[in-house]
């Protein structure tokens, strides 16, 4: 069993964390939230005093944080030059490409070997540990962080070299933002045209306009399997996550000078929606509200 410090135990960190210890491995993890470092404790990790303390002898160093500013601060300042030489760098925050890129770039050139690897499935799956992980690095530096990732997830994919992770998730989300909000007006059109929801379902579930964001993850209450949508929205992947990745997502398509008109309306209409009309910790489905004039929900009358 492996020394692993874990470093960043929000939302997401916090059952990643507990999913290593419960599988045997000794963890010392760090955060810098009080109540964050109590509750890792009580589900199995050791408790470090500082990110430095958290990586002394450690054979492989996860990180988990916000974004790309917080993952070079605590890469540059505790990570590289401290941890041993020999450990395993793996970086599951969804970040930007050119700081994956760079911060893997800086890993190796003083001989460690590290990874990219962002995650698919909100805070229910890094709990369960059913996450898939999209990991960009090295053909060495993959299998080696593989059998840690595999504990933490369902899937764990090899999507090319450095930063190939990052943009493989940015990718990815950039269409489910997309398909999210074509699945929303299309409900409220086809319910405004007299159309029973559950029938249109039925229809199109079967048809040639099925995607993801409405067979599994349908944004009207009561149709589909269950989803966030039946709790008033509450849950899931939060409309300011998918903001974040929207935006990393067109600041990525700037950096290559790619064409993406669906991905900046779709940044357009969840920054309204998630900053200007008080939705950001609403699921991303709930972006039907603000599509759906005839619900005139409180916070959200002022379309
Ligand atoms: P979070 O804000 O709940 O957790 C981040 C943690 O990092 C916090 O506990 C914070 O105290 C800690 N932290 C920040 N700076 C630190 C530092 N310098 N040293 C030590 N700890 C520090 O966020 P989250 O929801 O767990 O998300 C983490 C990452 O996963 C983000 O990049 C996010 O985009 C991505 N992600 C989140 C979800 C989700 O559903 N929440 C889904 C997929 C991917």
């Known amino acids: 069993m492996a020394r692993i410090a874990f470093i960043g135990l929000g939302n997401m960190g916090g059952g990643m964390a507990a999913n290593l210890a419960k599988a045997g491995h000794d963890l010392r993890a760090f955060d810098l939230s009080e109540a964050a470092l109590a509750k890792a404790e009580e589900r199995g990790c050791k408790r470090a005093a500082s990110a430095a303390d958290a990586l002394q002898d450690a054979e492989a160093v996860v990180t988990m944080l916000p974004a790309g500013k917080h993952v070079r601060e605590v890469y540059e300042s505790s990570v590289l030059g401290q941890a041993p030489a020999s450990a395993i760098l793996i970086d599951c925050s969804t970040i930007d490409v050119a700081t994956a890129r760079e911060e893997i770039e800086k890993a190796e050139g003083q001989g460690y070997k590290m ?36 504990i933490m997830g369902k899937a764990v994919i090899h999507a090319g070299g450095p930063g190939a992770g990052q943009a493989a998730k940015i990718c990815n989300n950039m269409l489910l933002g997309a398909s999210m909000i074509a699945t929303c007006e299309t409900f409220v059109l086809a319910m405004k045209l007299g159309l029973d929801p559950q029938t249109f379902f039925d229809i199109s579930s079967q048809a040639s306009g099925q995607c993801w964001s409405m067979t599994s993850y349908c944004p009207v209450p009561g149709v589909g399997p269950a989803t966030p949508a039946d709790r008033d929205y509450e849950g899931g992947f939060a409309a300011a996550l998918m903001l974040k990745d929207l935006r990393l997502a067109m600041e990525a398509a700037q950096s290559v000078d790619s064409y993406t008109p669906m991905g900046a309306h779709a940044e357009e209409l969840y920054t309204r929606f998630a900053e200007k009309l008080g939705g950001s910790g609403k699921d991303f489905s709930g972006i039907i509200k603000m599509i759906d004039d005839s619900w005139a929900p409180p916070a959200l009358d002022s379309r």
């Open 115 to 150: 990874v990219d690897a962002p995650v698919s499935g909100g805070i229910a799956a890094a709990e369960a540990g059913s996450l898939t992980f999209m990991v960009g690095g090295t053909d060495e530096a993959f299998e080696r962080a593989k059998p840690f990732l595999k």
